[in-house]
C-alpha cells in the first residue's frame, strides 16, 4: 500500500564493522510502534559512523515516477555518507544511476542489518516530516497514518480536498482528480 502524500526518503548508513548489534533492529515495517523505531533512531545514530537522509518531493515523485524518485532519494543519502567502499542498497537492480560502487539485495532490509538500521532512520525522519505537515494541513490524520490510504485519509480528500503535499499519480488521489477532470462523481473507492 502506496503513500498518498508526502516525499520519499531514503536513508544510508555506516556501520562500524566492530559495534554490537542494536537489539529489535530489522525491517522497519516489522518494529510495531511508533515509539520503538524513535528509541532505535536514535541508538543508531549515537553508533553510526555516518547517516545520511535523502529525499525526493512529491513534485519529483510526480514528475519522474515512484521507483526513480525512490532511487534519486538514495542517490541524495549516499552523497552525505561519502566515502564509502561499498553501497548496499535494497531492492530490485538499479540502472543508470550514480551510485558509486554498489549491490542490491532484494529484501536486503530483512537480511543485512544495515540496511534495516537505514529503513528505521529513513522511515523515522518520514513519520516526523509527515507530523509536522499534518499541523498545517489538519484534518488528514498524517500525525497518525503518516500518508498512507486510511479511510480518514481518504475521507478528508474527499471532503477537504487534495493539497500540494499529496503525490498527484496515486490511488484515491488520482481518482479524485480524474473525476473532477471528467465531472464525474467520485471515483474513489470507499
Not at 69 to 89: E, G
Not at 109 to 117: Q, V
Not at 143 to 172: K, Q
Request: proline share 5%; aromatic share 4%.
Amino acid at each position: 500500500m502506496a503513500c498518498l502524500a508526502g516525499p520519499v526518503v531514503a536513508a544510508a548508513v555506516i556501520m562500524p564493522a566492530a559495534a554490537s548489534f542494536i537489539a529489535g533492529v530489522r525491517d522497519s515495517k516489522l518494529v510495531p510502534t511508533r515509539e520503538e523505531r524513535e528509541c532505535l533512531a536514535r541508538e543508531i545514530r549515537a553508533v553510526a559512523l555516518a547517516v545520511g537522509v535523502g529525499r525526493a518531493s512529491v513534485r519529483e515523485i510526480d514528475r519522474l515516477n515512484i521507483l526513480r524518485a525512490t532511487h534519486l532519494a538514495m542517490q541524495r543519502a549516499l552523497v552525505l555518507v561519502l566515502p564509502y567502499d561499498l553501497a548496499l542498497i535494497d531492492g530490485n537492480p538499479i540502472r543508470g544511476l550514480e551510485l558509486g560502487s554498489h549491490a542490491e539485495i532484494v529484501d536486503g532490509d530483512a537480511k543485512i542489518y544495515a540496511i534495516a538500521c537505514a529503513s528505521i532512520v529513513a522511515k523515522v525522519a518520514r513519520d516526523r516530516l509527515m507530523v509536522r505537515l499534518a499541523a498545517s494541513h489538519p484534518g488528514y490524520g498524517w500525525e497518525r497514518n503518516v500518508g498512507y490510504p486510511t479511510p480518514e485519509h481518504r475521507d478528508a480528500l474527499r471532503h477537504l480536498g487534495v493539497t500540494s503535499h499529496h503525490r498527484r499519480d496515486f490511488g484515491t488521489v488520482r481518482l479524485l482528480r480524474l473525476g473532477e477532470q471528467l465531472g464525474l462523481p467520485d471515483l474513489s473507492p470507499g
